[in-house]
């Protein structure tokens, strides 16, 4: 579907103004219910029917995948790189996502979850992001790791297809072409404890980290912000010292100037470290003219670059036993998710199914596009996805807005929360009642149907403020008490 008009709207909410860009498609078509994000076929469909256990279909699905990316590098068509059992991975796709609702509506959620604190804002994003088949040369993908990838697409691919959260895996290795001296090395293996088991001749940090900070001074990527997860192997106060020499060398506009957000040595706890600080925004970090916020473990030979998560982040609990809202996960109560950054990760690769060798092909562990929906409704503020392709419908669960297709031309100029909780265009002069907050942040509704101009009065007079659903958790929350049929008001006009 061709975009056929770009949007740049204003949500005024009281004296506050925020400006939030976005392209948004607009179609003619009336408003549909809408439907669950979609769940293509497993790749190893034909093998998983034959085998009670996963190891034999990943097995051979990382074959074909090797394959696959092998013949894609030599530039053949995608069509002859299309093998059974391997993951289908076309530049067609990636093109038609581009074009597509889904991809302006991950962009307008990203913007509208920009004000909002750190513990509260969503990402997209994907485990061990490095480890995958397209970055590098036929050297860096025959690795070990590399072979039992986690991702198929490319870095620049994965922020392309709105990605903002990327992990890297930081080992401090001997490397051959440095004659056995170390260096630090991106890597999918096993700790220091372990002698780095399985890294071998993966991308240097040195020659990986240009891709992303190429992406971010792009034009068009100017004021983007990313999370930059750099997981520490290294244990080592000589990889520190490189990690930071590294970043602070390429994480550079061309003007110079850095694209870090710096730890503040003032907020530095007793160990040395600076926590998280999760009442900042991604609207903050972009003002202060940054656009990469850093976290990993408390690791003072970092610390000037990289913030602490340990205690400000908790990370998947139960993923199989995670319910819609308001169920959600029993492991972490509503306090967990109201004052921590929640994370849930999954992980595809050949070493982890050895390690559970009674893992049935369809593993209880991976976020399907059902879970990811799930989790987005509740609140989870952080994904790392596994083998993430645009058109495999997780990106898709983590909408909560609009419609599908939705601001329609020619519906109306302003915004209802439908029934089924995604929001569609209606006729500003409709009545309906109007989304309120409260100071604390508790969601009602007024108790009469107003037009939409009359709204902001109508919850001024009942202590509130006429407001605008920023998250999947605010949104679900608002729905819960809205009760209304015929839709909520949501302050947000259509311009």
Known sequence: ???????????????????????????SASATAVPPPPTPPSPTAPCDSLSPIAIPCIALNKATDAV??????????????????????????????????????????YNLGN??????????????SFNN???????????????????????????????????????YIPRLELLGSKAVTVCHGQPPSSANLGCTTEPLFTTLLPTIAGWLNAPSHHGQVIMLYLEDEMNDAKAYASTVATLEKVLR????????????????????????????????IAASGSQVILVGSCAPGWSADVFDWNDTH??????????????????YGPSVYAAKLVRYFEDSTLVSALLNPTTPPANPNALTPIKVQSMTNCGVNLFGLDQLLPEDGRIQGTLWSWAPDEPKAGAG???????????????????????????????SVTPASVAFDDATAACAAISSTFALPRAGDQNSALHAVANAVGGTWLNYRIT
């Open 68 to 109: 696959g990316a092998e013949c894609r590098r030599i530039r053949l068509p995608d069509s002859l790189c299309v093998l059974p059992l391997a993951h289908k991975v076309t530049q067609a796709a990636t093109d038609a996502y581009l074009q597509s609702w889904v991809h302006g509506t991950a962009q307008f959620q």
């Open 413 to 443: 100029g302003c915004t209802l929360q439908g029934a089924d909780t995604r929001w569609v265009a209606a006729p500003c002069a409709d009545a309906h009642p109007a989304a309120c907050q409260a100071a604390d942040g508790t969601w």
């Open 314 to 331: 908790v990370e998947s609990g139960s993923t199989p036993g995670y319910q819609p809202y308001p169920a959600c996960d029993a492991t």
């Open 253 to 284: 506009r061309p003007d110079g100037s850095s694209l870090i957000y710096h730890p503040s040595t003032a907020q530095r706890a007793a160990n040395g470290c600076t926590p998280l600080p999760l009442g900042v925004s991604r609207a903050d």
């Open 115 to 128: 004000s909002l604190p750190l513990r509260d804002a969503q990402w997209i994003g994907t485990h061990n």
């Open 133 to 171: 088949l397209a970055d590098g040369g036929l050297v860096d993908s025959l690795t070990l790791s590399h072979l039992d990838s986690n991702q198929q697409l490319s870095l620049t691919q994965q922020l392309d297809v709105d990605v903002r959260a990327i992990e890297l895996d930081l080992h």
């Open 1 to 27: 579907m061709l975009w056929t008009h770009w949007v740049k709207s204003a949500v005024v909410a009281g004296a506050v103004t925020v400006v939030l860009a976005a392209t948004l498609p607009l179609q």
